[in-house]
């Protein structure tokens, strides 16, 4: 039972269902072209003679085979050029020129990338046998035209063979029968083929390939879909209703023709009789009719394009535009439509976009946009948190609350601002995230989870760079000179949202950053703006520092350690 499943799910793949409807739209075509042939190679007066014969005969008399090949001949039939093995006139369309395997085999090689994605083990190009899929439709589409072309041609040929030269109204029956043949052909290869394409090919091979991802290839647009479908069930229809008059009345109007110019300017009047009347004044009618009916069509057309095609097109603009960050194209909503629908709802999700970019932003603000986006990239809350190689960054103002209590609180608000925009930046630069601010004092995070491979270095980096940012933020003279110590330290860390589900903080914990917090401390006693712990100076490369000296301290017992830490200076040429 499993080889047979597996046998017809291969089998399957095969997708014998489009060469299936892609045959039958070729069959209806010709099919349609052949009744139309057969209706304009009637030899009208030999029906009437022969129709004659039975009346007159009283139903005894009956048509030969040689007789209705007569009478359903090709037009100003004169004789065969060369019959039949067994003498007889051959049927007319009785050839088979093979062009339908021609068409099949050419189908087989365009979609031979999707076989081999399914039948062979190799790695395929996945991008072409998405464009093969998607411009399926329009070889379909093309190949309905060439078929109408190459049957026109062909039958032209086999004519010239069998009957001898082709005269103009030969000709034109067998242009027309290819306009038949092309325009259903095209047309249902593309709808109801399409439908087979979209179902059975499209969707299994999206559905494991990007299923969600803008396709590339050739689309046909709308505008171009309703053109072709009002071509197809529509004017050609048309197109035929005054055909087929007209063709039945070419020897009246020839012999009508012939008449006027032999009566002159002075007989024409004479031609104005009821019963010539009576065959002009239908077709006449009726033409007028159809060229009103083909104008009309042609104006809804281009109504459709500018009522449909336009709006649907400018919304996948803005849509665009939406995907590359631009949230400033909402669009008008003037009707209570599907489009009016669609672009009201474009403009809400457009809302949406905006409130939530807002939100991000705003949470950046204070949280940074890194973990900002760790967060809300992440799907769930993580409070059991996540062990991460991290370092740590440490800085505070010294001497900031006798420096707080000078200052009114709108002059400490403005004084904070400014020096943490000026010491903040070299932490940006070097991918360090602030974790937070607490009060005049920074707390930043250096971690591969964040982007940073080279972690303790970044943080040197930093440190050393918001050491010259304050030199700047002093020189600039608006706010008392002030001092900082920073303090960085290497390790171990937990990270993780704390709190609960209704209010949480994304922050690091463990005894990293309480030795970060303390080596900060100590440039105090240190009588330095910068220290290093020496997990920090082990993984750094000094010859990347240059005119940077990094002098090791004698031993510190920190706080709740029982081992001695030693501790780095940071000293540099300026």
């Keep these: 039972m499993k080889k047979t499943s597996?046998?017809?799910?291969?089998?399957?793949?095969?997708?014998?269902?489009?060469?299936?409807?892609?045959?039958?739209?070729?069959?209806?075509?010709?099919?349609?072209?052949?009744?139309?042939?057969?209706?304009?190679?009637?030899?009208?007066?030999l029906m009437k003679s022969e129709m004659q014969h039975i009346t007159d005969s009283k139903g005894a008399y009956s048509f030969?085979?040689?007789?209705?090949?007569?009478?359903?001949?090709?037009?100003?039939?004169?004789?065969?050029?060369?019959?039949?093995?067994?003498?007889?006139?051959?049927?007319?369309?009785?050839?088979?020129?093979?062009?339908?395997?021609?068409?099949?085999?050419?189908?087989?090689?365009?979609?031979?990338?999707?076989?081999?994605?399914?039948?062979?083990?190799?790695?395929?190009d996945l991008a072409r046998i998405e464009k093969r899929i998607i411009n399926l439709p329009l070889v379909l589409f093309i190949l309905g035209w060439v078929i109408a072309l190459h049957g026109y041609f062909s039958k032209v040929a086999d004519y010239v063979v069998h009957y001898g030269p082709a005269t103009g109204k030969v000709k034109l029956v067998f242009a027309v029968s290819a306009l038949l043949v092309g325009t259903f052909v095209s047309y249902l290869n593309l709808e109801l083929?399409?439908?087979?394409?979209?179902?059975?090919?499209?969707?299994?091979?999206?559905?494991?390939?990007?299923?969600?991802g803008v396709k590339r290839g050739f689309a046909i647009n709308l505008t171009l879909r309703y053109a072709l479908m009002m071509f197809s069930l529509a004017m050609v229809p048309l197109f035929l209703s005054a055909y087929v008059p007209i063709f039945a009345n070419l020897d009246f109007f020839a012999g009508l023709k012939a008449a006027g110019e032999a009566a002159g300017e002075d007989g024409a009047a004479q031609l104005l009789t009821y019963e010539n009347l009576r065959v002009v004044a239908p077709i006449v009618l009726v033409g007028a009719l159809v060229a009103l009916l083909l104008v009309f069509q042609t104006l809804s057309i281009l109504l459709y394009r500018y009522n449909v095609q336009a709006p649907v097109s400018a919304l996948v603009k803005r849509m665009k535009a939406v995907a590359n960050g631009d949230f400033s194209c909402k669009t008008s909503v003037l009707y209570a439509d599907e489009l009016g629908q669609l672009k009201g709802h474009f403009n809400q999700m457009l809302d949406g976009l905006v409130e939530r970019d807002h939100i991000k932003d705003t949470f950046g603000r204070y949280v940074s946009l890194e973990i900002a986006e760790k967060i809300m990239k992440s799907g769930k809350v993580n409070l059991a948190g996540e062990e991460i190689q991290a370092t740590v960054l440490f800085s505070d103002i010294r001497?900031?609350?006798?420096?707080?209590?000078?200052?009114?609180?709108?002059?400490?608000?403005?004084?904070?601002?400014?020096?943490?925009?000026?010491?903040?930046?070299?932490?940006?630069e070097n991918k360090g995230v602030i974790n937070k601010f607490i009060g005049d004092a920074v707390m930043a995070i250096f971690s591969p989870v964040f982007g940073v491979k080279d972690h303790q270095e970044a943080a040197v980096r930093a440190a050393l760079g918001m050491k010259a940012a304050l030199k700047e933020f002093n020189a600039q003279k608006r706010h008392p000179e002030v001092f900082f110590g920073v303090g960085v330290h290497s390790g171990g860390l937990v990270a993780g949202n704390v709190g609960t589900e209704a209010r949480l903080e994304y922050t690091v914990l463990g005894d990293t950053v309480n030795v970060a917090s303390r080596i900060e401390s100590q440039t105090k006693t240190a009588a330095t703006e910068i220290l290093l712990s020496e997990a920090v100076i082990r993984g750094i490369d000094q010859s990347r520092f240059p005119g940077?000296?990094?002098?090791?301290?004698?031993?510190?017992?920190?706080?709740?350690?029982?081992?001695?830490?030693?501790?780095?200076?940071?000293?540099?040429?300026?």
Aim: no cysteine; hydrophobic share 40%.
């Design 399 to 428: 001497g900031f609350t006798p420096l707080s209590e000078t200052m009114p609180p709108v002059e400490l608000i403005r004084f904070l601002n400014e020096y943490f925009a000026y010491i903040t930046n070299p932490i940006a």
């Design 64 to 124: 030969s085979d040689a007789t209705w090949i007569q009478i359903f001949r090709p037009v100003n039939f004169t004789g065969m050029r060369d019959p039949g093995p067994d003498g007889k006139p051959v049927k007319w369309g009785s050839e088979n020129d093979g062009r339908g395997n021609l068409y099949v085999m050419l189908l087989v090689i365009w979609l031979w990338p999707l076989y081999k994605y399914y039948f062979s083990k190799k790695q395929q």
């Design 548 to 574: 940077t000296k990094f002098v090791e301290g004698e031993p510190v017992l920190m706080k709740g350690k029982s081992k001695p830490m030693i501790l780095y200076k940071v000293e540099t040429a300026a």
């Design 193 to 212: 083929t399409g439908l087979y394409i979209r179902g059975r090919m499209a969707k299994p091979f999206f559905l494991a390939n990007n299923p969600y």
């Design 6 to 45: 597996t046998f017809w799910k291969k089998f399957h793949k095969l997708h014998l269902g489009l060469y299936i409807l892609f045959g039958l739209s070729v069959a209806f075509g010709n099919f349609t072209a052949f009744f139309f042939e057969r209706y304009s190679m009637i030899d009208l007066d």
